[in-house]
T-cell receptor, first 113, second 112 residues
Framework: GEDVEQSLFLSVREGDSSVINCTYT??????LYWYKQEPGAGLQLLTY?????DMKQDQRLTVLLNKKDKHLSLRIADTQTGDSAIYFC?????????????FGKGTHLIIQP | NAGVTQTPKFQVLKTGQSMTLQCAQD?????MYWYRQDPGMGLRLIYY???????DKGEVPNGYNVSRLNKREFSLRLESAAPSQTSVYFC???????????FGPGTRLTVL
């Protein structure tokens, strides 16, 4: 079945850029998502990208997609303490529906002062 | 708008007990979802509902039933809870034609 892989932890210094990486196996993935989960909270959609795009920028967030390598990354510029959270990569062939989204295990982003 | 709300926030059950997790959304979304999140894992889809009165099984439906009696509410029922159902349960909704799921705050369930 489909699989989404992420590193479990990333530690960065406050003010630096964070780059969270994700790989997926489903070649029919059409939609690729980044969600943020703060402690004790639900998932918040940060951004998503269609598979026919290779980059999307939204303020401090930059998403890069390498479809050939099935690799997705999320760059957070000028990382702040409020960015400390778990970041989930997810993919979908159809944008949801009965297949839902396939999630990675999440990357814990740790901010060092 | 309250968005997606879930009740209760926390619940402890004994093995064999039953309970219903409630989810409601006030965004007039057609599609609704139930996921479970286990430690060190991503979310897995339990059930999906495309509209009032319709439901489909997801990846891990065994041990659960759902009910979508109206557009606003989508409930998840555990008829006979098992320790393997200890998890955090998330409900989500999705607007028509937009590939964005909005999540509730979750229900943390422990089955002893």
């Amino acid at each position: 079945g489909e699989d989404v892989e992420q590193s479990l932890f990333l530690s960065v210094r406050e003010g630096d850029s964070s780059v969270i990486n994700c790989t997926y196996t489903d070649s029919s993935s059409t939609y690729l998502y980044w969600y943020k989960q703060e402690p004790g909270a639900g998932l918040q959609l940060l951004t998503y990208i269609f598979s026919n795009m290779d980059m999307k920028q939204d303020q401090r967030l930059t998403v890069l997609l390498n479809k050939k390598d099935k690799h997705l990354s999320l760059r957070i510029a000028d990382t702040q303490t409020g960015d400390s959270a778990i970041y989930f990569c997810a993919e979908s062939a159809s944008g949801g529906g009965a297949d839902g989204l396939t999630f990675g295990k999440g990357t814990h982003l740790i901010i060092q002062p | 708008n309250a968005g997606v709300t879930q009740t209760p926030k926390f619940q402890v059950l004994k093995t064999g007990q039953s309970m219903t997790l409630q989810c409601a959304q006030d965004m007039n979304h057609n599609s609704m979802y139930w996921y479970r999140q286990d430690p060190g894992m991503g979310l897995r889809l339990i059930y999906y509902s495309a509209s009032e009165g319709t439901t489909d099984k997801g990846e891990v439906p065994n041990g659960y039933n759902v009910s979508r009696l109206n557009k606003r509410e989508f409930s998840l029922r555990l008829e006979s809870a098992a320790p393997s159902q200890t998890s955090v349960y998330f409900c989500a909704s999705e607007p028509e034609g937009k590939n964005e799921q909005f999540f509730g705050p979750g229900t943390r369930l422990t089955v002893l």
